[in-house]
C-alpha cells in the first residue's frame, strides 16, 4: 500500500522538532493500523529521533523531514509485520536469552554488564530500551533463520561449478563490488496501471541523476529498499554473490554512473558502483599437529579433582615421561589408543579455548590445564607447517557465495509477499 500524501504534511508538521529531539507536546495518536498492531505517533517521534542522531554521528546530508518520516514508517511497519510473523511461527525470545545476549555484548566491549549499562547511560541511550531492540532483534533473526535460511539448499554441484569458475577466473570473481540502489517497489501481480505508475516514477528519478542528482541523498529520500538510510549503499559483495539481475549490470556500471530502471518481480531498479577492490586467490592454512590428554568432566567427580590429577600427569610429563603413553593410561579421548595423536588440524575444526591455549606453544611444549566444554585439557604441541587449501578454500567460499545470494533473494521476495499480505491502514487525517 502507498503512502498517502496527507503523511507527508503531517509528518512536516508532526515530527518537525523530532529531528532536534524534543518532544511534541499534546495527544498521543494513532498513526497506522497495521493488521492487529498499532504504531503511535510518540513511536515514531522516537525512532526518527534516534535514526536523524545516527545519521549527524555519521554527517550525512539529513533529506527532508517529511521524506525521513515516510522512509522511517515504512521500516517501521515492515518491522511490524516481521515481528507479528514471528509470534505466529512461535518464536519467543524470554529474558535469559536477552540476558545472555547482553552479557556478550558487553564482553565483546571489554566491559561488564554494569559497566556496560553505565556505557549506554552516559552516550543517552535508555537501557531497557535499548535490550527491548535487541530482544525484537533476536527474534527477527531466528526468523529469518527458520522461514529464509534453514530454506536456502545449495548442491556439490552448485559449489563446485561456482568453485571451479572461482579459479578459472579468480581475479574478476573474487572481486568484491559495493553498489548503490534505489528501489521503486511493486506489489505482487501489479495491475498495469500500477507498473506504469512505478516506471514513471522510476523514470522521474533518472531524469533527476542525470542532472546532477547524488545518488545516496536519493536514494535515501525516494527508495523502498531496506538500505534506503544508509543511502541505498549494499554490503561488498563479489558477482556470484549479486543478486543475477544487478550482476549482469557490472560491465556497464564501469563506465557509466548509474543503470536502470531495470525491473524484476520487486520493482523497478537503479544501481551505481560505488566502490570494488580485489581479494587474494590463493588461500594458505596453518595447520597443527599436536597431542592431548583429556578429563571429562562429570558429575561424579568434581573439577577440582580433575584438576589436581591432570596437574599430576603435566608434572611427570615435564619430568621426562612419555606423553603419548601418559595419554594411552589416563586420557578419556578417543585419540588415546594413539597416544593422544590429533594428527594435522586446521584451527576452524577445533574449539576455541584449545585453539587459544595450542597459539601460545612452541614445538615440544606442554600447555597449562586448561577447561572446555569437554572437559580439562593439556596439550603438547608437536609441530606446524602451512598449507595451500585453495581448492577446498574456494569450494567453501562458492557455498557461502551462492547461499548469501540466495538469501537474499529469498529475503526480497518473502518480504515483499509479507507486505502484500497484510492489512495495512494510515490515520493520519485526525491530527
Do not use: C
Not at 217 to 234: D, K, R, V
Not at 383 to 398: C, G, P
Amino acid at each position: 500500500m502507498r503512502t498517502p500524501k496527507s503523511l507527508l504534511l503531517a509528518a512536516s508538521l508532526l515530527l518537525s522538532s523530532a529531528v532536534s529531539a524534543t518532544p511534541i507536546a499534546g495527544v498521543d495518536r494513532i498513526l497506522a493500523l497495521v493488521n492487529n498492531d498499532i504504531i503511535m505517533k510518540s513511536e515514531l517521534e522516537s525512532e526518527l529521533s534516534s535514526i536523524v542522531q545516527r545519521l549527524r554521528a555519521q554527517k550525512a546530508k539529513l533529506p527532508p523531514v517529511q521524506t525521513l518520516a515516510q522512509q522511517v514508517l515504512e521500516k517501521m511497519i515492515t518491522e511490524r509485520l516481521q515481528l507479528q510473523a514471528a509470534e505466529k511461527a512461535g518464536i519467543i525470545i524470554d529474558e535469559s536469552t536477552t540476558d545472555r545476549a547482553l552479557q556478550r555484548i558487553a564482553k565483546r566491549n571489554k566491559l561488564s554488564l554494569s559497566d556496560f549499562k553505565q556505557a549506554l547511560n552516559s552516550q543517552g541511550v535508555d537501557y531497557l530500551s535499548f535490550r527491548e531492540n535487541l530482544k525484537k532483534e533476536i527474534a527477527l533473526e531466528k526468523l529469518k533463520v527458520k522461514k529464509i535460511e534453514n530454506r536456502v539448499n545449495i548442491t556439490d554441484s552448485e559449489a563446485k561449478r561456482l568453485a571451479d569458475q572461482l579459479a578459472a577466473d579468480s581475479a574478476d570473481s573474487l572481486r568484491q563490488y559495493q553498489l548503490g540502489h534505489i528501489l521503486v517497489p511493486l506489489p505482487e501481480g501489479a495491475a498495469p496501471e500500477q507498473i506504469q505508475t512505478a516506471k514513471s516514477k522510476a523514470t522521474q528519478i533518472v531524469d533527476s541523476l542525470k542532472e546532477g542528482a547524488d545518488f545516496r541523498q536519493t536514494a535515501m529520500e525516494q527508495s523502498s529498499g531496506a538500505n534506503a538510510l544508509e543511502g541505498g549503499l549494499l554490503e561488498w559483495r563479489t558477482r556470484a554473490e549479486l543478486p543475477s539481475l544487478f550482476a549482469r549490470q557490472l560491465s556497464a556500471l564501469r563506465s557509466q554512473p548509474f543503470v536502470g530502471p531495470l525491473r524484476s518481480a520487486s520493482g523497478f531498479h537503479l544501481l551505481s558502483l560505488i566502490k570494488s577492490r580485489e581479494q587474494q586467490s590463493t588461500h594458505l592454512v596453518t595447520l597443527t599437529h599436536a597431542r592431548h590428554i583429556l578429563l571429562k568432566s562429570s558429575q561424579l567427580k568434581p573439577d577440582s579433582e580433575l584438576q589436581a590429577r591432570l596437574e599430576i600427569i603435566r608434572e611427570r610429563v615435564l619430568s621426562g615421561e612419555s606423553f603419548e603413553e601418559l595419554a594411552r593410561s589416563n586420557s578419556e579421548d578417543g585419540s588415546a589408543k594413539d597416544g593422544g595423536d590429533l594428527g594435522w588440524q586446521n584451527p576452524e575444526n577445533l574449539v576455541p579455548e584449545f585453539v587459544k591455549e595450542l597459539d601460545k606453544l612452541k614445538a615440544n611444549q606442554i600447555s597449562p590445564i586448561f577447561k572446555s566444554r569437554f572437559g580439562w585439557h593439556i596439550i603438547q604441541m608437536v609441530e606446524r607447517k602451512q598449507e595451500d587449501n585453495t581448492e577446498a578454500h574456494l569450494i567453501s567460499q562458492a557455498r557461502k557465495m551462492i547461499r548469501k545470494r540466495k538469501v537474499s533473494e529469498a529475503t526480497e521476495t518473502w518480504l515483499r509477499r509479507l507486505r502484500d499480505d497484510a492489512y495495512i491502514e494510515y490515520r493520519l487525517d485526525d491530527i
